[in-house]
């Protein structure tokens, strides 16, 4: 312990410190969070909604599948517009024809400069002033605004409904026909969209900007980046700068130049274990990882479809049974699935080798069980979704047995605490083969560090259970984000490393203490930038400055340590050729080489394009975020878990010898197929959008009229090329895995000598 004291007091001063910003700031969101008024009304005393209308508006939305149609302050889908967007524009243009005809009786159009210049200044002023009295909790709106607010409500009535007038919009927008089948809810639903269009566009006490911090771009009314975003986002890149430049300098002078390298086994270590029961039956594991990744590839190809023929499939109308919401959230509910079965298997595969080579008692039936609950959570969670989105379910049990409608936790609560429930169990699974081994003598740092990762991912999934169904929606965000940001970037990216450390240790390919050394600095790193750096994608969900702040600040230090990853993508290449045994390893170590790279790319360049406020502010919405999502979700964490699969099926069919074929195609048209759809399709739309965005506003970007353009739509239909290529290399690493599981096993030629190399 003394060797590494230095290090844990650094991993948990840092823990301390970031964990400390995040709960401060977090009040802030509580405390700060724009008001729901109790009641909107005319100046006349006319009753327009209640918050139990807007929050039942919220659930109603939700229902239909949240955020996978459509988005709210720029999270959730793309194809379809950002829905406070598209009501406070809808609703300004309302305003200004009212407004012409009432003081000129001519349109707006027609109207002269100056005349158009005087009406967008009273406008201007009447949205932007905040009438929210705090002491009846009531906002007090223009008889001719809420004229304007009529027929804006009119407008998504007949939009979500089955109006004949605008199928063709539905389509584009890849909704279904009669999307909410209830008048009354859509009444509702209306009303939320409403209170999240006057968060965007009133002025928060005290201050010259919106809830929403200006968010989104509208000339309309100003909305504009405010200054302090400008400062921040300057802030942010030279602390990237600066942390870059530390880093190196602590890169050259403080790692260790001199430590030799172990000498290798002569055979691999981990051949020489018998497996235990609870390690053979990891089969079926490996088995659903791939089952979920072809499901949910191919659900990709079918969901991005549905960008160019909304509610058909190359000419079959389908949207009726699936529709985009339905396809996209199985889609990004699969992958978190598979990836996470991925880690869960590798785990359960190191707690036996931990725990002295032996399972501890009843460890086998724990696993199975642990499966188990897995497929019922699976399929219990995609039935949910079905019934919600297809509104057969009824309302009241949408939430908790359907859809929460926020994106990556769409899952119903009941089946969130399922998936709680069974890392819960893998948490105690692990825990068993882990602790008897911390009492054991010798160096147990590394152990140590491996066991904390464990004991996070077990616990901080809990964090998605802080928010209900009428949550006020910037609570909930920061609650969101603490899953799929902190759960998932946070500790599963310590689990990772802790765990590859461990691995190639016990292989003998590093030394102990290196492994130990790399892992806790690692984690200090990560932790460093990524626990308060989950308030970057809070910047316009209703917070205020600060949190603006802090999640620039931060999240800014989150790609310092990406930088260096080139070198750590050489590190695990050069292994394979440190033994003859380290052949049969090598697709599962080209995998983490792709996780290096796509770290570097995806989480870092990518990541970090859209991370600083003024970048965010035009941005949040667009494609440029699935580039980042797809880059980041599936080179590094795909990548990982398959990584881990393979290894897991390496050693659990002793007689395996991957086949070259399969492999080198599943491995390069993967990466040629994520290539290719980013570089092709989503980064050229995003780029245009982008364009969009600053010249006209977020509205525009995200517009039937702007994205229904021929050469937009041409982008969308080239994106088939990348989706196909990307298929081939999913069903050739999933065909591996399957004829690994349960073909025959003679080695190829050319490898029995490594083979009976390893096994000697």
């Known amino acids: 312990m003394r060797e590494y004291r230095r290090l844990w007091f650094t991993l948990i001063g840092v823990l301390a410190i970031t964990f400390s910003l995040l709960g401060f700031y977090g009040a802030e969101v509580y405390r700060a969070a724009p008001p729901i008024p109790q009641h909107v009304v005319t100046d006349s005393g006319e009753r327009l909604y209640s918050k139990d209308d807007i929050l039942d508006g919220q659930t109603a939305w939700q229902s239909v599948g949240g955020m996978q149609l459509g988005s709210i302050w720029g999270h959730g889908a793309y194809q379809a517009p950002d829905w406070s967007a598209d009501w406070l524009h809808r609703e300004l243009l309302a305003w200004l024809e009212l407004a012409a005809q009432e003081l000129h009786g001519l349109p707006y159009g027609r109207l002269d400069a100056a005349a158009r210049a005087s009406l967008q200044a009273a406008l201007k002023a009447e949205y932007r002033r905040n009438t929210f009295d705090e002491a009846s909790a009531t906002v007090t709106v223009s008889e001719r605004r809420a004229r304007a607010i009529a027929q804006t409500a009119s407008y998504y009535d007949r939009l979500f409904g089955d109006h004949p007038e605008l199928q063709g919009t539905r389509e584009s927008y890849a909704m279904k026909e009669n999307t909410l089948p209830s008048a009354q809810r859509r009444d509702k639903l209306a009303a939320f969209f409403f209170w999240t269009a006057w968060v965007a566009s009133t002025e928060r006490p005290g201050s010259d900007a919106t809830y929403t911090n200006n968010w989104p771009h509208e000339p309309l009314i100003d909305n504009r980046p405010t200054a302090e975003n400008l400062v921040w986002s300057v802030v942010s890149v030279v602390l990237l700068i600066a942390g870059v430049g530390f880093l190196v300098w602590a890169w050259a002078f403080l790692r260790q130049h001199d430590e030799d390298e172990p000498e290798v086994p002569k055979a691999d270590p981990l051949a020489r274990f018998a497996l235990t029961p609870s390690q053979r039956a990891l089969g079926k594991y490996l088995f659903l990882v791939v089952a979920l990744f072809v499901f949910q590839v191919l659900l990709g190809g079918f969901t991005a479809h549905y960008t160019v023929e909304g509610q058909a499939f190359y000419g079959i109308e389908v949207s009726k049974w699936f529709p985009y919401s339905l396809v996209r959230t199985w889609h990004i509910q699969s992958a978190l699935f598979w990836i996470a079965t991925g880690f869960l298997a590798a785990g359960l595969f190191l707690a036996p080798l931990i725990h002295g080579g032996k399972d501890p008692k009843y460890q086998k039936l724990g696993v199975d069980v642990l499966f188990w609950a897995l497929v019922v959570v699976v399929v219990g969670s995609f039935a949910g979704n079905y019934f919600a989105i297809a509104q057969i379910m009824p309302p009241q049990w949408s939430f908790w047995l359907g859809h929460q409608g926020y994106e990556f936790v769409d899952l119903g609560r009941l089946w969130q605490i399922g998936k709680f429930v069974g890392v819960a169990l893998w948490l105690v699974l692990m825990l068993r083969g882990i602790v008897p081994a911390l009492r054991r003598p010798g160096d147990k740092n590394l152990l140590a560090l491996l066991t904390a990762s464990v004991v996070a991912i077990g616990l901080f999934y809990g964090a998605g259970f802080f928010y209900g169904e009428r949550t006020h929606l910037s609570v909930m965000e920061y609650w969101r984000w603490w899953v799929v940001h902190l759960w998932v970037e946070g500790f599963f990216e310590v689990f990772a490393t802790t765990a590859l450390a461990f691995v190639f240790s016990t292989l003998g390919l590093v030394s102990v203490r290196m492994a130990t050394t790399a892992s806790l600095a690692s984690a200090s790193l990560f932790m460093l930038g990524g626990v308060p750096g989950t308030f970057h994608h809070l910047y316009f969900a209703g917070t205020t400055t600060p949190v603006m702040a802090v999640g620039a600040a931060f999240s800014a230090l989150e790609v310092v340590p990406l930088v260096v990853l080139g070198y750590e993508a050489w590190e695990h290449w050069r292994l394979k050729a440190r033994a003859a045994w380290m052949e049969n390893l090598k697709w599962p170590l080209m995998c983490f080489v792709a996780v290096a790279f796509w ?35 599936f080179g590094v964490y795909g990548f990982l878990a398959l990584g881990f699969t393979l290894l897991v099926l390496r050693y659990v069919r002793p007689q395996l010898v991957f086949s070259e074929g399969l492999m080198k195609t599943g491995f390069w048209w993967l990466n040629a197929g994520l290539v290719l759809m980013i570089a092709t399709s989503l980064l050229p739309i995003g780029l245009f959008q982008f364009h969009a965005s600053v010249s006209e506003g977020l509205w525009y970007a995200r517009s039937e009229e702007f994205l229904q353009q021929p ?21 050739a690493v999933a065909w591996q895995v399957v004829i690994g599981l349960w073909g025959r096993h003679a080695p190829l030629a050319g490898k029995k000598e490594a083979l009976a190399e390893a096994r000697a």
Do not use: C, K
């Open 711 to 731: 050469f937009l739509e041409t982008l969308r239909w080239v994106r088939t090329f990348g989706d196909v290529v990307f298929i081939v290399g999913a069903v």
């Open 599 to 633: 770290n570097m790319l995806g989480a870092g360049v990518f990541g970090f394009m859209i991370n600083p406020p003024i970048s965010l502010y035009y941005v949040q919405g667009l494609n440029t975020t699935p580039v980042h999502a797809h880059a980041a979700l």
